[in-house]
């Protein structure tokens, strides 16, 4: 299966600090990359779609102000969670989606190992 | 009602046993159909995809998909302890950018 790779792995922050999170596509190119937050026996919650060389989407009640999102090459995209707070401590889980694998219909999400963020 | 829908579980089955997992899914237009395994703290794995109606067998495991009742399940035979964890279902609609996901079922194989 296709590689997705994630950097941290974890992170403690201060209330206040702002985090980047990086997420690879390693043997892939990913024109879509997703990504998702998930708090402790909750569901899988999509904040964003991330799209090579365009603005994210994001979903409905995520602030676009505080969760910046770059994709800037076919492999990467970053989240950046800016004044971070307690609040916002979290699983954040990206996902990239590979190209057609030959037949239609095809594309499949590959996730990465998570990045987990404790906020102080 | 939710796009995709499973039951929430706990799902428990003994050692050895058959597990079932199921999912129904409401856009009749889907084409892709995924099942993904969360272990606690962890983040989905894609364990199966199918897109055609009928089963599709991997190892162990089981991918049945029905598009006339919008309905696609997971079979685990010989279920283990290690295949306790949470089953994602996820559908996909032609030219959708995102899969949508279920809340996922939890499954608990007992020794």
């Known amino acids: 299966g296709a590689v997705v790779s994630q950097h941290p792995s974890w992170v403690i922050c201060k209330s206040g600090t702002s985090v980047k999170i990086e997420c690879r596509s390693l043997d892939f190119q990913a024109t879509t990359m997703f990504w998702y937050r998930q708090f402790p026996k909750q569901s899988l919650m999509l904040m964003a779609t991330?799209?090579?060389?365009?603005?994210?989407?994001?979903e409905q009640g995520v602030e676009k102000d505080k969760f910046l999102i770059n994709h800037a090459s076919l492999t990467l995209s970053t989240l950046t969670v800016t004044s971070a707070h307690p609040e916002d401590s979290s699983f954040y889980i990206c996902?990239?989606?590979?190209?057609?694998?030959?037949?239609?219909?095809?594309?499949?999400?590959?996730f990465g190992p998570g990045t987990r963020l404790t906020v102080l | 009602q939710k796009e995709v829908e499973q039951n929430s579980g706990p799902l428990s089955v003994p050692e050895g046993a058959i597990a079932s997992l199921n999912c129904t899914y409401s856009?009749?237009?889907?084409?892709?159909f995924f099942w993904y395994r969360q272990y606690s703290g962890k983040s989905p794995e894609l364990i199966m995809s199918i897109y055609s109606n009928g089963d599709k067998e991997d190892g162990r495991f089981t991918a049945q998909l029905n598009k006339a009742s919008q309905y696609v399940s997971l079979l685990i035979r010989d279920s283990q302890p290690s295949d306790s964890a949470t089953y994602l279902c996820?559908?996909?609609?032609?030219?959708?950018?995102?899969?949508?996901f279920g809340d996922g079922t939890t499954l608990t194989v007992k020794p």
């Open positions: 991330s799209n090579e060389g365009s603005k994210a989407t994001y």
């Open positions: 996820a559908v996909k609609v032609p030219n959708a950018g995102k899969s949508t």
């Open positions: 856009d009749r237009v889907s084409q892709s």
């Open positions: 996902s990239a989606r590979t190209p057609l694998a030959g037949g239609p219909f095809t594309d499949t999400q590959y």
